[in-house]
């Protein structure tokens, strides 16, 4: 085969960007399938590789190594592309977890949908949904909102601009930001939101602590040890005061309290107010305060 039609081969076939998610801790948490993704890849595009090294040496994978972090993602994508259009097979990994959550990744996995290259993302670990699924709270609805800035004034900013959101939210945490993160929750949302701090997920110190604001702080004050590891902050979404106007019949209750034991809320909310004449929302604010526990 000539290097003219080598090249018209790859142009006509070009590599696959891999997404490939890693243990957030426990490394039985490997799928087979990205184990086998990078075995079989010519390239690995890795946040840190010095901490990936390690992880593809015990899986058995000899793909190169490329740093691709948030520092140098735009730099390094044009060379990536380059890899993928000339037929190699790249993954993209990244420290741990699932890529581009919270990590880099966005900026290639855009220019390859854009370039029609193709993109194949695995499912894993993953600590929001972890946290989520192990925290016992509303998960119907739920915003993802990253790590809070580092600076107390755009924290509270942030936080304040987030007072209504009616929805379960979801937080990234460091140890050394906690204390003043909660401090700073207490102040801007109040003392009245269920808070749960999930810590070492899927590690020998796993550890799910529950209550409000103040409840926390006083918890990691007295055990400092709670003030460290990977973190994801859940808080309670904003829920409306319900005027006593606006409290449904006493039937109504009935009948969404049974309801709710089958259906999700807001459906049985939307039954029950056809059933008895009331506002759904109100159904809901009520069914969120004295069923959701």
């Known amino acids: 085969m000539s290097a003219?039609?080598?090249?018209?081969?790859?142009?006509?076939?070009?590599?696959?960007?891999?997404?490939?998610?890693?243990?957030?801790?426990?490394?039985?948490?490997?799928t087979e399938r990205a184990i086998r993704t990078l075995l079989e890849v010519d390239y690995v595009a890795a946040e840190d590789t010095r901490h990936s090294k390690p992880l593809l040496q015990q899986v058995g994978s000899k793909a190169r190594l490329i740093a691709l972090h948030e520092h140098n993602e735009?730099?390094?994508?044009?060379a990536v592309m380059e890899l993928l259009s000339n037929g190699l097979n790249v993954a993209l990994i990244s420290d741990a977890g699932t890529p581009l959550i919270s990590d880099p990744g966005y900026i290639i996995v855009s220019r390859c949908r854009q370039q029609g290259l193709p993109v194949v993302a695995l499912p894993g670990p993953c600590a929001i949904t972890t946290a989520l699924s192990g925290a016992g709270v509303a998960t119907d609805r739920f915003s993802f909102e990253g790590f809070l800035a580092a600076k107390p004034q755009q924290r509270k900013k942030q936080l304040a601009?987030?007072?209504?959101?009616s929805r379960t939210m979801?937080?990234?945490e460091t140890p050394h930001r906690i204390m003043h993160t909660l401090e700073d929750i207490y102040q801007t949302l109040g003392d009245g939101r269920e808070l749960v701090l999930a810590r070492e997920l899927t590690k020998q110190f796993e550890t799910y602590l529950y209550g409000n604001a103040s409840q926390l702080l006083?918890?990691?004050?007295?055990?400092?040890?709670?003030?460290?590891?990977?973190?994801?902050?859940?808080?309670?979404?904003?829920?409306?005061?319900?005027?006593?106007?606006d409290q449904p019949d006493l039937q109504a209750q009935k009948a969404l309290a049974i309801l709710v034991q089958e259906l999700p809320l807001k459906?049985?909310?939307a039954i029950v107010a056809q059933l008895y004449d009331e506002r759904k929302n109100a159904l809901y604010q009520w069914g969120l305060k004295n069923l959701n526990n």
């Open 4 to 30: 003219q039609q080598s090249v018209k081969e790859a142009q006509n076939n070009p590599g696959t960007l891999y997404i490939v998610p890693t243990p957030i801790g426990n490394l039985s948490d490997m």
């Open 218 to 245: 006083q918890r990691l004050t007295d055990d400092p040890n709670q003030q460290r590891g990977e973190m994801v902050l859940i808080i309670s979404g904003y829920v409306a005061p319900v005027d006593a106007d």
């Open 170 to 172: 979801v937080f990234y």
């Open 74 to 78: 735009k730099q390094k994508t044009a």
């Open 267 to 269: 459906k049985a909310a």
């Open 161 to 165: 601009a987030l007072a209504e959101e």
